[in-house]
């Protein structure tokens, strides 16, 4: 029996509609229209304004803290199913309260699981997601889930700069396997940072595993908060006779002293994607954009295509 594929039509979260646009537009399609309505509570409701009754549908949305962007995509997964749509793909460029993947002390969430829990409830039939903060929180999902990496992004880049002496860092010693990773893609050493935190985002104590004497250094890490990790690590290799410091971190939350904490450190460039949307307020941040590589993973989700050539790493 021959497989139907039916039509597909892309939506967008509020707070990722810009880069839905983009998506959309290196799909070849049109965003789809939704309006959202709020009352005068905070409480908001979304509305499918086209029929998307018997089709696979995209959503598009990040679920980055405050918690109605994780809001939103539940709404919206729930008016699809509701509108019985065929398929419903949750594309989450940036998947939320992912730092909190196992429990580190008693009596507190999982809150990764539980957001994954929540997205099959509300009708998620596929999730596309990119550089997620653990590898195994795939497994939390009873769901298919397409794991993207934005080395395919990010490697080019770095290869264009032509960086003599290059060596590949990792801010900590979880993050070691991705910065392994891209040191293979581009023959290069490795060093890694061995940090100790008082509390969250609040760093203690910090070493360096490894020389960076006269090499020009790139951080790897999936995300970046206040920046302090980041920072630190840069101004240590510095004082350690590295020639530069660079980094590359996926998703850009950048919190707090965020911005401060770039501008006074010793980082010559912060490379990021547009998985959230930022405001880059400072000359140091260079964004590059996901849209073409979620568009085409979409477009093979599609056409029931292989993506595994999308897997770098």
């Known amino acids: 029996m021959p497989i139907v594929i039916t039509e597909a039509k892309i939506f967008a979260c509020t707070q990722s509609k810009v880069l839905g646009e983009k998506i959309a537009k290196a799909?070849?399609?049109?965003?789809?229209?939704?309006?959202?309505?709020?009352?005068?509570d905070g409480e908001f409701q979304p509305s499918y304004e086209e029929s998307?009754?018997?089709?696979?549908?995209?959503?598009?949305g990040s679920t980055n803290p405050g918690p109605e962007n994780l809001m939103e995509m539940l709404l919206m997964i729930d008016?699809?199913?509701?509108?019985?749509?065929?398929?419903?793909?949750?594309?989450?460029p940036y998947?939320?309260?992912a730092r909190q993947d196992r429990k580190d002390k008693p009596r507190v969430p999982i809150a990764a699981k539980l957001v994954a829990k929540m997205l099959e409830a509300a009708g998620a039939t596929r999730i596309i997601t990119m550089d997620l903060h653990a590898d195994q929180i795939q497994g939390f999902f009873e769901k298919p889930v397409d794991h993207l990496f934005a080395s395919t992004i990010f490697l080019p880049y770095l290869k264009s700069l032509n960086l003599d002496n290059l060596?590949?860092?990792?801010?900590?010693?979880?993050g070691s396997k991705r910065a392994y990773a891209y040191s293979k893609a581009l023959e290069s050493d490795v060093v890694i940072c061995y940090k100790q935190r008082a509390k969250a985002n609040i760093i203690s104590h910090m070493e360096l595993i490894g020389d960076v004497t006269g090499k020009n250094v790139v951080?790897?890490?999936?995300?970046?908060?206040?920046?302090?990790t980041l920072t630190k690590a840069a101004d240590l290799m510095m004082e350690r006779g590295a020639l530069s410091v660079r980094a590359i971190c996926t998703h850009p939350i950048l919190s707090g002293k965020a911005y401060d904490n770039l501008n006074k450190s010793?980082?010559?460039?912060?490379?990021?994607?547009?998985?959230?949307?930022?405001?880059?307020?400072?000359?140091?941040?260079?964004v590059l954009s996901c849209a073409d590589l979620f568009a085409e993973v979409m477009e093979k989700v599609h056409n029931n295509q292989s993506i595994s050539s999308k897997f770098v790493m």
Do not use: C, Q
Not at 79 to 92: D, E
Not at 167 to 174: H, R
């Open 266 to 286: 010793k980082l010559e460039e912060l490379i990021v994607t547009d998985s959230i949307p930022i405001k880059p307020l400072s000359d140091k941040i260079r």
């Open 52 to 60: 998307i009754r018997g089709t696979r549908i995209f959503i598009i």
């Open 167 to 174: 060596t590949i860092a990792s801010p900590d010693m979880g």
């Open 79 to 92: 008016a699809a199913k509701r509108a019985s749509a065929r398929h419903i793909t949750a594309v989450l």
């Open 219 to 228: 951080l790897v890490d999936d995300m970046v908060d206040t920046a302090g």
């Open 27 to 40: 799909f070849g399609a049109e965003l789809g229209n939704v309006i959202t309505s709020t009352y005068s």
């Open 95 to 97: 998947f939320g309260w």
